[in-house]
Each structure stands twice: as structure tokens, then as C-alpha cells.
């Protein structure tokens, strides 16, 4: 049937969805339904940008020869197959999207995990990566991808959206002075965390990015 159904409708007209423990029963009921599947994977897309930045990801292809449009499909799938088993085969909590390793590989993305793409076929195949080292959606490669430049890592952006998304402190957006480069110096031969560090010292920048932004994603530099 369609929602709303007549239990959900008698219960607004019976008033008890300004009661939050029958909001929970209703919003429990209604995630039985296969219809909420697609609703919740909709929801994590939205959430991590996917319709919005993850279709131009690209990569440099001298720097980054194995990474091509197969690779961009698959760790897209990876992200909608882990979601969906974390919430409805392992009624997981928020925190397992943090911690969980499920990863879910084919022939294409399983070098960049560490594994044998000989292992693999065009399909994804579900793992259990190293906890320690892969905990959680943030060190997917779809994720980590998506929220890099084309030549480089992207402090900057990953940081963002931990600061944004999961601390729920919103730097706002960049001061106009952030696309202009630094006044001396050339970055050819600086590390990132050094080229990053001098595109954010002044002091209209520093603030957001030295107290949220850049901490969270020099701590994903390790991919």
C-alpha cells in the first residue's frame, strides 16, 4: 500500500504524533517497508554529495593510472551496499557508520584496499577489512576520492565535511581572499600538509581552519 497508510493516518488523527516514543513506533513501522531501502540510500547519498560532487571526480591518469570510470561506479556502489547493510541487515547505530568494516570490493577498486584484484570479479564482493586501518565510511574510497583534487589529497575538503557534517560546527563559506595563492614563495616542493598550512595562515582563515578544519583532515592524510 501507500504511505501515508491508515495506521499512520489514525495515528495523527488519534494525536499522537506530537508524542515522540509514537513518532519512533511509526518511524520503526515504516522502515520494515522495502520502500524506506531506497529512501535511506536517497538520504546517504544526499549526505555525502553524490549526485553533486562525485560524478566529476577525477584523477590524474599519469599519477593515478588504475583510477577510471569503473573504479568511480564501483565505490559508489561500495558506499550505497554499506549503508544499506548497516542499517537494515545489522540494525546498526549512527557510530557503526564511524567504525564498521564492511567493505564491499570488486576486481577494480580491491588493490586500493590492499587486497589481490585477482581474488576478484566485476561484481562486488562483501569483506571485512582491518578495523584498525578502515574503519567506517570516511576511509572508503569513495569518500576519500570524491573529497580530493586531481592531482593531490584534499585536506581542506575532507576536513570540511567532518567540521560540516559530522561535528555540526559550519565554518561558512570562504573569505574571498582563500582563492588567492600565497603573496611569495613557490609550493612545487612542499609536502601537503605544508601547502595546505600556507593557503589557510592568514588570519581570516586560520581561525576556522586551524581550529576544525585542517586537524580532522590531516588525520585522513594517511590515505
Same mark, same amino acid.
Given at each position: 500500500?501507500?504511505?501515508?497508510?491508515?495506521?499512520?493516518?489514525?495515528?495523527?488523527?488519534?494525536?499522537?504524533?506530537?508524542?515522540?516514543?509514537?513518532?519512533?513506533?511509526?518511524?520503526?513501522?515504516?522502515?520494515?517497508?522495502? %520502500?524506506? %531501502?531506497?529512501?535511506?540510500?536517497?538520504?546517504?547519498?544526499?549526505?555525502?554529495?553524490?549526485?553533486?560532487?562525485?560524478?566529476?571526480?577525477?584523477?590524474?591518469?599519469?599519477?593515478?593510472?588504475?583510477?577510471?570510470?569503473?573504479?568511480?561506479?564501483?565505490?559508489?556502489?561500495?558506499?550505497?551496499?554499506?549503508?544499506?547493510?548497516?542499517?537494515?541487515?545489522?540494525?546498526?547505530?549512527?557510530?557503526?557508520?564511524?567504525?564498521?568494516?564492511?567493505?564491499?570490493?570488486?576486481?577494480?577498486?580491491?588493490?586500493?584496499?590492499?587486497?589481490?584484484?585477482?581474488?576478484?570479479?566485476?561484481?562486488?564482493?562483501?569483506?571485512?577489512?582491518?578495523?584498525?586501518?578502515?574503519?567506517?565510511?570516511?576511509?572508503?574510497?569513495?569518500?576519500? @576520492?570524491?573529497? @580530493?583534487?586531481?592531482?593531490?589529497?584534499?585536506?581542506?575538503?575532507?576536513?570540511?565535511?567532518?567540521?560540516?557534517?559530522?561535528?555540526?560546527?559550519?565554518?561558512?563559506?570562504?573569505?574571498?581572499?582563500?582563492?588567492?595563492?600565497?603573496?611569495?614563495?613557490?609550493?612545487?616542493?612542499?609536502?601537503?600538509?605544508?601547502?595546505?598550512?600556507?593557503?589557510?595562515?592568514?588570519?581570516?582563515?586560520?581561525?576556522?581552519?586551524?581550529?576544525?578544519?585542517?586537524?580532522?583532515?590531516?588525520?585522513?592524510?594517511?590515505?
Amino acid at each position: 500500500g501507500s504511505l501515508p497508510d491508515d495506521a499512520l493516518a489514525r495515528a495523527a488523527d488519534e494525536n499522537e504524533l506530537t508524542n515522540p516514543e509514537r513518532i519512533l513506533e511509526q518511524a520503526e513501522r515504516m522502515l520494515l517497508d522495502d %520502500r524506506a %531501502r531506497d529512501v535511506v540510500k536517497a538520504f546517504h547519498r544526499a549526505y555525502l554529495r553524490v549526485g553533486t560532487t562525485w560524478p566529476s571526480t577525477q584523477k590524474d591518469p599519469a599519477l593515478f593510472p588504475t583510477f577510471h570510470g569503473g573504479v568511480a561506479s564501483a565505490m559508489t556502489e561500495e558506499l550505497d551496499r554499506f549503508f544499506d547493510a548497516v542499517v537494515f541487515r545489522d540494525a546498526g547505530a549512527f557510530q557503526d557508520l564511524f567504525t564498521s568494516p564492511l567493505g564491499f570490493l570488486n576486481a577494480d577498486t580491491a588493490a586500493f584496499y590492499g587486497m589481490d584484484p585477482g581474488s576478484y570479479a566485476g561484481e562486488l564482493t562483501e569483506v571485512t577489512l582491518d578495523a584498525e586501518q578502515r574503519p567506517g565510511f570516511l576511509t572508503r574510497i569513495g569518500f576519500l @576520492s570524491a573529497n @580530493s583534487g586531481y592531482t593531490r589529497t584534499s585536506p581542506i575538503l575532507r576536513g570540511a565535511f567532518i567540521s560540516r557534517y559530522v561535528s555540526g560546527i559550519d565554518p561558512g563559506p570562504p573569505p574571498p581572499s582563500s582563492t588567492q595563492p600565497p603573496a611569495s614563495g613557490s609550493m612545487e616542493f612542499l609536502t601537503n600538509r605544508e601547502r595546505t598550512e600556507a593557503l589557510t595562515v592568514s588570519p581570516e582563515c586560520a581561525g576556522c581552519h586551524q581550529m576544525y578544519i585542517d586537524p580532522t583532515g590531516f588525520v585522513l592524510e594517511a590515505y
